[in-house]
């Protein structure tokens, strides 16, 4: 079981083994996989919760301040590095918001696929 973790047709085989077991005929034994099936559904939304604040603590830097010296440059640089591209990126959308206003005040209107474009940067 353990040497081939993902393979899903032997899971569901050694499942079906288990529910075939004579012990589970008894009201006991359906209490007790009734038990581990919980069990299990539980651990592994705690894997998953742990590994998803793994992944958030990482990609998205947070509380890096706090981080020891050679992680926390790295996230000062990443998290630089990301406010910058935003900034730029949120000042060409509001150039474009400003030069389609400022067309259709004059009676023109303006090309949309620029205000688009600059949408998909942001």
Do not use: Y
Not at 32 to 54: E, I, P, T, W, Y
Not at 81 to 107: F, N, P, S, V
């Amino acid at each position: 079981m353990h040497t081939h973790p993902f393979n899903l047709a032997r899971l569901t085989d050694q499942i079906t083994t288990w529910a075939n077991h004579p012990a589970t005929d008894t009201a006991g034994g359906q209490v007790v996989l009734l038990a581990a099936a919980l069990a299990s559904a539980a651990a592994v939304g705690l894997a998953a919760q742990a590994l998803g604040s793994l992944v958030e603590r990482l990609w998205l830097a947070a509380d890096w301040p706090t981080w020891p010296p050679p992680f926390h440059q790295i996230a000062a640089w990443r998290t630089i590095r990301r406010r910058r591209r935003w900034t730029t990126a949120a000042c060409i959308w509001h150039q474009h918001r400003e030069d389609a206003a400022r067309a259709l005040a004059c009676g023109q209107r303006a090309n949309p696929a620029d205000l688009h474009a600059a949408e998909q940067g942001c």
